[in-house]
Protein backbone atom coordinates (compact mmCIF):
# COMPACT_ATOMS: atom_id res chain seq x y z
CA UNK A 1 0.00 0.00 0.00
CA UNK A 2 1.35 3.82 -0.83
CA UNK A 3 0.96 6.16 1.72
CA UNK A 4 2.35 9.76 1.76
CA UNK A 5 2.76 11.88 4.31
CA UNK A 6 3.12 15.66 4.09
CA UNK A 7 4.55 18.04 6.79
CA UNK A 8 5.83 21.08 7.59
CA UNK A 9 3.86 24.04 5.93
CA UNK A 10 3.51 26.92 7.70
CA UNK A 11 3.05 30.77 8.07
CA UNK A 12 6.51 32.44 7.08
CA UNK A 13 7.09 36.24 5.92
CA UNK A 14 7.99 37.25 2.35
CA UNK A 15 11.65 36.43 1.84
CA UNK A 16 12.04 33.56 4.23
CA UNK A 17 12.08 29.94 4.00
CA UNK A 18 10.45 27.10 4.65
CA UNK A 19 11.37 23.33 3.90
CA UNK A 20 7.98 20.23 3.52
CA UNK A 21 8.71 17.10 4.03
CA UNK A 22 7.06 13.97 2.48
CA UNK A 23 7.51 10.78 4.40
CA UNK A 24 6.79 8.17 1.65
CA UNK A 25 5.88 3.77 2.52
CA UNK A 26 5.14 1.81 -0.99
CA UNK A 27 7.17 3.93 -3.05
CA UNK A 28 10.12 3.16 -5.08
CA UNK A 29 12.65 5.84 -5.43
CA UNK A 30 14.12 4.52 -8.04
CA UNK A 31 11.22 3.85 -10.29
CA UNK A 32 8.63 5.90 -9.01
CA UNK A 33 8.28 10.10 -9.97
CA UNK A 34 7.81 12.11 -6.42
CA UNK A 35 7.25 15.70 -6.17
CA UNK A 36 4.76 18.16 -5.53
CA UNK A 37 1.75 20.16 -6.26
CA UNK A 38 0.36 23.03 -5.07
CA UNK A 39 -3.22 24.85 -5.08
CA UNK A 40 -5.01 27.82 -4.37
CA UNK A 41 -9.27 28.02 -4.02
CA UNK A 42 -11.02 28.01 -7.25
CA UNK A 43 -7.59 26.45 -9.53
CA UNK A 44 -6.93 23.15 -10.16
CA UNK A 45 -2.91 21.80 -8.69
CA UNK A 46 -0.13 23.22 -10.19
CA UNK A 47 3.18 20.86 -10.32
CA UNK A 48 5.60 22.62 -8.62
CA UNK A 49 8.95 20.17 -8.05
CA UNK A 50 9.42 16.97 -8.91
CA UNK A 51 12.63 14.63 -8.82
CA UNK A 52 12.59 10.87 -10.85
CA UNK A 53 14.71 7.90 -10.80
CA UNK A 54 18.25 6.58 -9.53
CA UNK A 55 19.67 9.70 -11.33
CA UNK A 56 17.55 12.31 -9.58
CA UNK A 57 15.89 14.06 -12.30
CA UNK A 58 14.45 16.92 -11.45
CA UNK A 59 11.85 19.30 -12.46
CA UNK A 60 10.81 22.56 -11.34
CA UNK A 61 8.21 24.77 -12.55
CA UNK A 62 9.29 28.24 -14.19
CA UNK A 63 7.16 29.84 -10.36
CA UNK A 64 10.04 28.25 -8.72
CA UNK A 65 13.19 27.73 -10.52
CA UNK A 66 16.02 28.96 -8.45
CA UNK A 67 14.42 29.34 -5.55
CA UNK A 68 13.27 25.88 -4.32
CA UNK A 69 15.45 22.71 -4.19
CA UNK A 70 13.63 19.71 -4.20
CA UNK A 71 15.78 16.33 -2.76
CA UNK A 72 15.15 12.85 -1.83
CA UNK A 73 16.67 10.06 1.42
CA UNK A 74 16.35 6.94 0.27
CA UNK A 75 17.17 5.81 3.83
CA UNK A 76 14.61 7.46 5.53
CA UNK A 77 12.63 7.20 2.35
CA UNK A 78 11.47 10.91 2.33
CA UNK A 79 11.54 13.66 -0.23
CA UNK A 80 12.34 17.01 0.79
CA UNK A 81 11.09 20.66 -0.76
CA UNK A 82 13.37 23.46 0.42
CA UNK A 83 11.41 26.56 -0.59
CA UNK A 84 13.55 29.76 -0.25
CA UNK A 85 12.76 33.43 -1.36
CA UNK A 86 9.22 33.03 -0.36
CA UNK A 87 6.95 35.35 -2.02
CA UNK A 88 3.08 36.06 -1.34
CA UNK A 89 1.99 34.19 -3.96
CA UNK A 90 3.79 30.88 -2.98
CA UNK A 91 0.47 30.80 -0.38
CA UNK A 92 -1.15 27.53 -1.45
CA UNK A 93 -1.72 23.83 -0.16
CA UNK A 94 0.84 21.70 -0.84
CA UNK A 95 0.66 18.48 -2.09
CA UNK A 96 3.11 15.79 -2.39
CA UNK A 97 2.42 13.05 -4.79
CA UNK A 98 3.55 9.89 -6.60
CA UNK A 99 3.63 8.99 -10.57
CA UNK A 100 4.73 5.47 -12.06
CA UNK A 101 5.60 7.88 -15.16
CA UNK A 102 8.79 9.95 -14.87
CA UNK A 103 8.42 14.06 -14.29
CA UNK A 104 8.24 14.86 -17.85
CA UNK A 105 7.80 12.98 -20.98
CA UNK A 106 6.80 12.56 -24.56
CA UNK A 107 3.10 11.62 -25.47
CA UNK A 108 0.77 11.89 -27.88
CA UNK A 109 2.41 14.70 -29.62
CA UNK A 110 3.38 17.19 -26.86
CA UNK A 111 5.66 17.24 -23.70
CA UNK A 112 4.19 15.90 -19.94
CA UNK A 113 6.06 18.66 -17.27
CA UNK A 114 4.62 17.27 -13.32
CA UNK A 115 0.95 17.82 -14.63
CA UNK A 116 -2.04 16.57 -11.84
CA UNK A 117 -3.19 13.91 -14.16
CA UNK A 118 0.23 11.93 -14.17
CA UNK A 119 -0.16 11.55 -10.30
CA UNK A 120 -1.20 8.13 -9.14
CA UNK A 121 -1.04 8.91 -5.32
CA UNK A 122 -1.59 11.73 -3.15
CA UNK A 123 -0.74 12.63 0.43
CA UNK A 124 -2.78 15.34 2.21
CA UNK A 125 -1.73 19.00 1.75
CA UNK A 126 -0.26 20.81 4.21
CA UNK A 127 -0.56 24.77 3.92
CA UNK A 128 1.82 27.10 3.49
CA UNK A 129 1.25 31.29 3.73
CA UNK A 130 3.37 33.97 2.87
CA UNK A 131 2.43 37.06 4.44
CA UNK A 132 3.95 40.36 2.58
Known amino acids: EVQLQASGGGVVQAGGSLRLSCATSGISFDDDAIGWFRQVPGKGREGVAC????????FYSDAVAGRFSISSDGVKNTVYLQMNGLKPEDTAVYFC?????????????????????????WGQGTQVTVSS
Open 97 to 121: AASETPCTYYSRGRYHQWEEMQADY
Open 51 to 58: IYGSAGSE
